[in-house]
């Protein structure tokens, strides 16, 4: 996927033990897409209730996800 300098995208994995890693793509990490990137990234891996959150919608819409 290609981004122009106004996107930035969220890339999420699943190594093979089972983790879930976040990684940012952006031209411009320092930009607006890029920063509100970054501060999700940063709140995906350190809240552990955002993380529940998050696991709870997909488990609640796992049929539609």
Partial sequence: MELSK???ALILG??????I????????LDGLP???CQ??????MQDEEF???I???VA???SSV
């Fill in 6 to 8: 106004n996107q930035a």
């Fill in 39 to 44: 501060a999700i990234e940063l709140k995906l």
């Fill in 14 to 19: 699943l190594s093979e033990t089972g983790e």
């Fill in 60 to 62: 609640d819409h796992g």
């Fill in 55 to 57: 696991m709870d919608l």
């Fill in 34 to 36: 890029g920063s509100i």
């Fill in 21 to 28: 890693n976040v990684d940012v793509a952006a031209a411009d």
């Fill in 51 to 53: 993380q529940a959150e």
